[in-house]
């Protein structure tokens, strides 16, 4: 899952000099429980008394502030953003393929099949089940079923998965989990179009996203230079410190809303 928790701003700033406490960090995210996660203790880093994340702000709430303003985005000239490294150009936006989710569903069942089993796959072929939001993609090879990934989207979905893993019927190696149908480009925090319908306003963000360069995440020069001039190399300490975390169970008051996964 996509989290607004650790992520290599604080390594790429390190490498600069600058130190978290002198970091104001702000990302823009399709989602409102960003906010949550990112006030979650374990985003706190108790030695430097900082925060991963300092504050989520929601592409809705964007707009609003340069509505605010009286600023026009369709007026605006594109501009290039500085790079955390010299080596990156930053004049072109790029993503990973995967859809619209933020996952890395596609990049994983790639990286298992060539590591795994010296299988290249060039295209991810996904098969829908009880709708498009619950698919299954696998990997055959003499009909034997090598990798059974899956993807399921929204509350619907995700509580028929739990179930299923409660009963211990669920075949899946992997499973991309999110809570907005559709994704994250349908995420609760996207700005409102009101002079169409939320259907065609998801489409037509879903054709924009496409268009989008992608690459594969270990081609990019900056991650290859995270990785060799501060992490230490790929399985170092360093790296596992500070590219992953943990989740804890948070407390919630008892409600009789409240649902039982």
């Not at 930053?90 to 299988?119: M, N």
């Not at 809570?179 to 939320?198: F, I, R, V, Y």
Request: proline residues 5%.
């Amino acid at each position: 899952m996509q989290g607004s928790g650790n992520d290599s701003t604080f390594p790429c700033l390190f490498m600069q000099h600058v130190t978290p406490d002198k970091i104001y960090h702000v990302t823009v995210m399709p989602c409102y429980d960003k906010k949550l996660e990112a006030s979650r203790p374990d985003f706190f880093n108790q030695e430097q008394q900082t925060r991963d994340v300092d504050c989520v702000v929601t592409t809705g709430e964007v707009f609003k502030l340069l509505e605010e303003e009286g600023v026009s985005l369709s007026e605006l000239e594109p501009a290039p953003l500085d790079g955390l490294y010299s080596s990156v150009s930053t004049q072109e936006p790029t993503s990973h393929r995967g859809g619209g989710s933020g996952g890395y569903l596609e990049h994983v069942f790639r990286h298992a099949a060539r590591e795994l089993f010296g299988i290249h796959v060039d295209e991810v072929t996904y098969r829908p089940l009880r709708n498009k939001d619950f698919q299954e993609v696998t990997l055959e090879s003499e009909g034997r079923v090598l990798l059974h990934f899956a993807v399921a989207y929204g509350f619907r979905n995700i509580q028929n998965l739990v179930q299923k893993l409660k009963r211990g019927r669920c075949p899946y190696h992997y499973v991309e989990v999110m809570a907005c149908p559709s994704g994250c480009l349908n995420g609760g925090g996207q700005l409102k179009a009101p002079d169409t319908s939320s259907k065609e306003l998801l489409q037509h963000v879903e054709r924009l996203y496409s268009m989008v360069r992608t690459e594969e995440p270990e081609d990019v020069p900056g991650v290859q230079e995270l990785y060799r001039d501060w992490l230490h190399g790929e399985g170092s300490e360093q790296a596992s410190c500070l590219l992953h975390t943990s989740y804890h169970a948070v407390e919630k008051a008892s409600s009789g809303h409240s649902i039982r996964w």
